[in-house]
Structures are given as C-alpha cells and as structure tokens.
C-alpha cells in the first residue's frame, strides 16, 4: 500500500511537472546573465515588458546552501514570472536547491549546461556537463523528484570537437527521460580549452539549423532558441521553427527593445514610454534606497535606455556623472526627470 501510495504521489508530481512546463509562456524569455540579470534590472525589465520569462544569474547550489541565501535569492513579485538558474552536479544539492526555488515561489528551476568558464569547469557544472549524460540525467531526475516547478536546461549544441546531430540528441532524450521537457539551446558550441568565456560567445559560430533538427526530431519537447538574436523579424522567423526564443546581450544593451518584442510577437496595445519607464523605476529606487541598496546597483543596469535615440548621450554621462559613484545619493537621481523630458521632446521633434 506504502509503495502504491509513493507512486502514485510521484506519478502526480511528473503529471504537475507536464502541466506548468507547458503553462509558462516561454515564447520569449531574457536570457541568465552573470553580472547583468540581478533583481534590479529584472524589475527594470519586467515595467516594459509583462510578457517575457525572465532568468537570474547562474548561482551555485552550495551559495544557495551555504550562503546569505535571503541575499541570493530574494525578488520582487513583480519580476515573476520568474525561473532561478543553477549550476551545479551534486544531484543531492541540486534538489535541495529546488525544492528551495519552489518554497520561494519560483516558477522554474533551470540547469546550467552551457557555462563553458575556467572556474565552472574546475567545480563541475556549466558546459563540461555535457561530456556527462548520465551524471545529468541523474541530477535532473532528482531535482524532478523533490520539486512540483518544472525543471529545464539550458545547454550548448556540442563542445570542442563534437558538433554532432545525434550526440545532442542522445544528450537530450536521456535527460527528458528523466523529467526535462523544456530545453533551451544556445546554438554554438562551448570551447571548453582555449578560449574566455568571452570569446565563446562568439568565436564558434552559430549553428541555427541544429536546434531547428532537434525541434523536428522531437516535437513533444519544449525547444527554445538562443544565440545572437535581436530584432522582432527575426523572432518570428525562429518561432516558425522552435517554440520559443531567448535574448541576450541585444535586450541588455537595447531594453527598450521589448517594447517592440511586446507589440509585434505578445501584440501588447499599451505600452509605456520611456518616461513612463524612468518614473516607475525612480519609485522602486527610491523604496530600495530606504531598504539600503545603492543607487548604482540599480542605475547602472539603465545605461541603453536611450539606445540608438537623441540624448543618448546626454543619458549616459548624466548616469555617469550622478549615479555611478559607490556613495551616489538619492537626490541625485531627482534630476533624471528633466533629462528623461528633454530626451522625449527631443525625439518628438524629429
Ligand atoms: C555577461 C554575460 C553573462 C552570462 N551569464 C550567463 C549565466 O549566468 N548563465 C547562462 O546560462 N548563460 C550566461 N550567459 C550566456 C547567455 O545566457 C546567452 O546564452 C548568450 O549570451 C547568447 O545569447 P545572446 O547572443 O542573445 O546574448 C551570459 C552571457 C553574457 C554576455
């Protein structure tokens, strides 16, 4: 009866698993990025866009364990949805660490696979995971086990010299076996000797066509495309082919950019300028300032707002003058108004 019962409970789990993988909208998601995706320019994004999946950084299993976990993980409930990366291949930790993702109200775990950087390889996750598809499926069956939020990867094509159609795909299909059904792929390969973590963003070039033959091979799957993407045309090209897209560096440098991914791919009527934007933004730093957060930490994730407009300039040394220093003060930031109103007119004007 005991046995019965556990697996019913597990059988329950897997069927949960199915049904809020296939409830997020992963059309297009913002990808993990060290350094850059932290809280605040979640929340930053999240005001132009209420549509895209957002990610945090990769964070180690045993920071989540061991560390200021408050620190690591807290957010604001309206960066959600929201999926928290890992990087880990210590199948009992990475449960642990799920099973905390889900008690924080997480909506997605997803494994790192793809981190091809020096001290990531040393302590056993990011890229080199993909030499290891049983140590993967292993982990991922666990995390499966022990949590009801879906569990995804996020993986390169191939490493070093293996560029390979059916390695990929046995790669894959062990680790759905063990409760993965969403898979995001960055479409290049992971030089895991040779090159900076840098350098393998865009040295081994894009292979665009794999991921489509993945897709194609396995239609049940969740396949999200990601590598070197920018513009809406290009979106919906990829969303013919693949069920969603992940954005990088261009929404990083570009975010006003979701506006459009808004209106042309999530068809958003109302969106906010970037006015609308700045004075959103300056009431979450100044609640946050209260909270004791600097106001660079924040500010600095705004530096592309005017990207490719009149008064870019203008908004990048007003950032860098007011707002960069380590000590840079709320009242500073009072100002930014003006500028953000002498931007739009001047662009109006055109
Ligand atoms: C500054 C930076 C930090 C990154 N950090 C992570 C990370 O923490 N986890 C991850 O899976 N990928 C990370 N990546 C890779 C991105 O998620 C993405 O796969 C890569 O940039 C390709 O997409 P893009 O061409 O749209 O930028 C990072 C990339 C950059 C530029």
């Not at 989540?64 to 990087?87: F, M, N, T």
């Not at 066509?209 to 990601?226: H, R, S």
């Amino acid at each position: 009866m005991k046995k019965l019962k556990k697996l019913l409970s597990a059988k329950k789990k897997l069927s949960n698993q199915n049904i809020q993988s296939n409830n997020l909208n992963r059309k297009v998601s913002v990808a993990p990025m060290m350094d850059c995706t932290d809280r605040h320019d979640r929340f930053f994004l999240r005001i132009m866009s209420k549509n895209v999946m957002l990610y945090t950084e990769m964070v180690a299993t045993k920071s989540v364990l061991h560390g200021d976990r408050k620190k690591i993980l807290s957010y604001s409930s309206e960066e959600k949805p929201l999926a928290l990366q890992v990087g880990g291949s210590n199948k009992k930790e990475l449960s642990k660490t799920s099973k905390i993702a889900e008690d924080m109200g997480y909506d997605e775990i997803n494994l790192n696979l793809g981190c091809p950087s020096k001290k990531v390889q040393k302590n056993m996750f990011g890229a080199c995971l993909m030499k290891e598809p049983d140590l993967v499926a292993d982990c991922i069956h666990e995390m499966v086990s022990k949590c009801n939020i879906p569990v995804t990867a996020k993986t390169r094509i191939g490493f070093d010299d293996t560029e390979d159609f059916n390695y990929l795909n046995e790669f894959i299909l062990k680790i759905k076996k063990a409760g993965c059904k969403t898979f995001i792929l960055h479409a290049r390969k992971a030089i895991l000797k040779g090159l900076t973590p840098k350098q393998n963003l865009n040295i081994p070039k894009l292979n665009y066509e794999m991921v489509y033959k993945i897709k194609k091979e396995n239609p049940d799957l969740e396949i999200i495309i990601n590598g070197g993407i920018s513009k809406t045309n290009e979106i919906k090209e990829h969303l013919k082919l693949c069920d969603g897209v992940m954005i990088g560096r261009s929404i990083y440098q570009n975010p006003y950019s979701l506006i459009d991914i808004e209106k042309e791919i999530f068809h958003t009527i109302d969106s906010p300028t970037r006015e609308q934007v700045a004075e959103k933004l300056l009431k979450y730093l100044e609640k946050e300032v209260k909270l004791g957060t600097k106001v660079n930490h924040i500010m600095r994730h705004t530096v592309g707002l005017y990207h490719g407009q009149i008064g870019s300039k203008d908004w990048k040394r007003y950032l860098s003058d007011n707002m960069m220093a380590i000590d840079s003060d709320f009242q500073k930031a009072k100002h930014i108004m003006t500028i953000v109103q002498n931007n739009e007119k001047a662009n109006q004007n055109i």
